[in-house]
């Protein structure tokens, strides 16, 4: 008989993975929104210590939750592609077109005010520091707990409802004052979850966030 920390007979599978998502994101919220404002950390007097410190710990939450998920055998994608390669190529083309379009739409109706008087090498050096997070990290992260485990383990025998509830946290978890965040997140996240469900891998959203944050980022800084 095989026993092991982390064993769950299958029947639970839907619990393990609800646990899975709210304990790996309430450690990640909890400590990003805590540990930089520590007194060691303001102590320091190193350049941008607050950021490095919050890249670190989103990296690291990250790996500590693919071990755990592969330990426990969570598969995101499917082992045998049921949709050829040209498929998802151009499924993930029109999910990218398909946010930037929302995304630009957005923009264009609703302005967001330029960011702070940043000098030319502040903002190379948030650039490459945020990357990490924005561009690596919190796109593989986002899409692993609400597309990945939502979809395919919590909500196995729902997908629609599982779309429509991981939208809405997704819209949740990130920082809205009032509606127009479930415009800007929630169309987004219906997308991606559209493309996971249609292709069965995991590949595909996380590749279009990763495309999808690099222009914001860029644009963010530099524009």
Not at 153 to 161: E, G, L, M, R, W
Not at 167 to 192: E, K
Not at 198 to 216: C, F, G, Q, R
Request: proline share 5%; aromatic share 14%; hydrophobic share 50%.
């Amino acid at each position: 008989m095989h026993i092991s920390l982390f064993y769950w007979s299958n029947k639970k599978r839907p619990m393990e993975a609800s646990c899975l998502f709210v304990s790996f994101y309430a450690l990640n919220f909890f400590l990003i929104q805590n540990l930089p404002s520590s007194p060691i950390i303001t102590r320091l007097s190193l350049s941008y210590a607050s950021d490095l410190l919050i890249t670190s710990i989103d990296v690291s939450t990250l790996l500590l939750l693919l071990y755990v998920m592969r330990r426990r055998g969570f598969e995101l994608s499917d082992k045998i592609l049921q949709k050829g390669l040209k498929t998802l190529i151009v499924i993930g083309f029109i999910a990218f077109v398909s946010i930037l379009v929302s995304d630009s739409t957005f923009r264009y109706i609703m302005p967001s005010p330029p960011i702070g008087p940043l000098s030319y090498d502040e903002r190379i050096a948030t650039f490459f520091i945020e990357f990490i997070i924005a561009v690596i990290s919190g796109p593989i992260f986002e899409e692993v707990l609400f597309r990945g485990l939502l979809l395919k383990y919590v909500f196995t025998d729902c997908p629609i409802i599982g779309l429509v509830i991981s939208t809405i946290l997704f819209v949740i978890a990130h920082p809205t004052v009032d509606w127009t965040g479930y415009w800007y997140y929630g169309v987004p996240a219906m997308v991606l979850g559209l493309a996971y469900l249609y292709t069965k891998s995991i590949k595909v959203p996380v590749v279009v966030h990763m495309a999808i944050n690099l222009l914001s980022h860029i644009q963010l800084k530099f524009f």
